[in-house]
């Protein structure tokens, strides 16, 4: 027979690592679907979202057609590439957001920024000053979970778990 204080230890083990492994960077797929393409509006996809240090963009086009470089805001508004930053050109590009503040990244294929809209700017907000947003309803019906939103869900189960022992 398991004591209740044993019984009660373990579900709190398994609850915290649960919630462990749910409170991790999110990947956004930039473009959806769609892709890193041409003629796709990057400006709307990323105004619904919110990114934070240690969430990861992943650019997916097919290899050869496009690529991805980072630019500054200058850079970014006239569509001029600069090698200093890198070219990936993978295919599948998966950039950490690694800290706070604006950030620019084109397509430097022929005229794909300049004539094609191949062009992202985000915001990146400190880890730290993430606010909890409430679930969104992506347009292909899954919803999309921020990490503050899964944090401030288990900093309540575990409110409520220290509750239900006292």
């Known amino acids: 027979m ?5 019984s009660t230890t373990v579900f ?12 991790s960077a ?5 473009g959806d679907q769609s892709g890193w393409t041409l003629d796709y509006d990057y400006q709307t996809w990323a105004k619904d979202k919110v990114f934070f240090v240690g969430d990861k963009l992943v650019f997916n086009y097919a290899s050869g057609a496009h690529n991805v470089m980072k630019v500054n805001g200058t850079g970014f508004q006239q569509c001029i590439t600069s090698s200093a930053n890198g070219t990936l050109t993978s295919g599948r590009d998966v950039i950490s957001l690694q800290t706070p503040g604006r950030k620019w990244y084109i397509c430097g294929v022929a005229k794909h920024c300049e004539l094609k809209n191949m ?7 400190p880890q730290t000053s993430a606010p909890a947003p409430t ?17 401030v869900f288990g900093v309540a189960l575990l409110s409520s778990l220290v509750s239900f022992l006292v």
């Open 12 to 23: 709190i083990l398994i609850t915290l690592s649960v919630l462990v492994t749910l409170v």
């Open 26 to 30: 999110t990947e956004y797929n930039v």
């Open 2 to 6: 398991v004591s209740s204080s044993c």
């Open 135 to 151: 679930p969104a309803l992506s347009q292909y019906g899954s919803a999309t979970l921020a990490v503050p939103t899964i944090y």
């Open 119 to 125: 062009k992202l700017v985000i915001t990146v907000l």
